[in-house]
């Protein structure tokens, strides 16, 4: 099945500044890949996502970008803002298969 | 729009007790989800649903999980009996089909003690 790793697992940036998330998925098979964002005692919000047929998506502050040939895709938040505290997670699925989460990072924007 | 409601928001059990969660979908969704999403890590899929039919149920544990979704609309989750390991949040997400964007209700944390 399909594994998601997703690093770093906690990144803290100063208000401003940019932040990046990676992630790597195993199955080649994979063309969706939806990026979630959950803050405290809420549930995953989708953010941003992408398929496989582009290679970059952007969306004012956030953009998404996949390299197929080495199976890893990117968030890209720019000017980060204290409500970009949260955690993130990045996603893969195969068609209409199930999405396979990372392990999450932790985004702190410190003042 | 309104969106992925859960309910409860909490639950507080015994080990060896039952309980069951509640999930209303987006309107017009045909694909349901549920996810358990233990502290730290990132959602894994129990079982998803296609209108009332299931898809995936590869990772229910179903010697104490059961779910149904009785007229493709709304869904229950039971657990019964409850073990401590199933400490979590129980998340619920719906798609318009198979394989759209998936949106997530703010789910049900359930402790068991």
């Known amino acids: 099945g399909e594994n998601v790793e997703q690093h770093p697992s906690t990144l803290s940036v100063q208000e401003g500044d940019s932040a990046v998330i990676k992630c790597t998925y195993s199955?080649?098979?994979?063309?969706?890949f939806p990026w979630y964002k959950q803050e405290l005692g809420k549930g995953p919000q989708l953010i941003i996502d992408?398929?496989?047929?582009?290679g970059e998506k952007k969306d004012q502050r956030i953009a998404v970008t996949l390299n197929k040939t080495a199976k890893h895709f990117s968030l890209h938040i720019t000017e980060t803002q204290p409500e970009d505290s949260a955690v993130y997670f990045c996603?893969?699925?195969?068609?209409?298969?199930?999405?396979?989460f990372g392990t999450g990072t932790r985004l702190t924007i410190i003042p | 729009e309104a969106g992925v409601a859960q309910s409860p928001r909490y639950k507080i059990i015994e080990k060896r007790q039952s309980v069951a969660f509640w999930c209303n979908p987006i309107s017009g969704h045909a694909t349901l989800y549920w996810y358990q999403q233990i502290l730290g890590q990132g959602p894994k899929l129990l079982i998803q649903f296609q209108n009332n039919g299931v898809v995936d149920d590869s990772q229910l544990p179903k010697d104490r999980f059961s779910a149904e979704r009785l007229k493709g609309v709304d869904s229950t989750l039971k657990i019964q009996p409850a073990k401590l390991e199933d400490s979590a949040v129980y998340l619920c997400?719906?798609?318009?089909?198979?394989?759209?964007?998936?949106?997530f209700g703010q789910g049900t944390r359930l402790t068991v003690v």
């Open positions: 992408i398929r496989s047929n582009v």
């Open positions: 996603a893969a699925s195969a068609g209409n298969e199930k999405l396979t």
């Open positions: 199955d080649s098979a994979s063309n969706y």
């Open positions: 997400a719906s798609s318009l089909v198979e394989g759209a964007k998936a949106f």
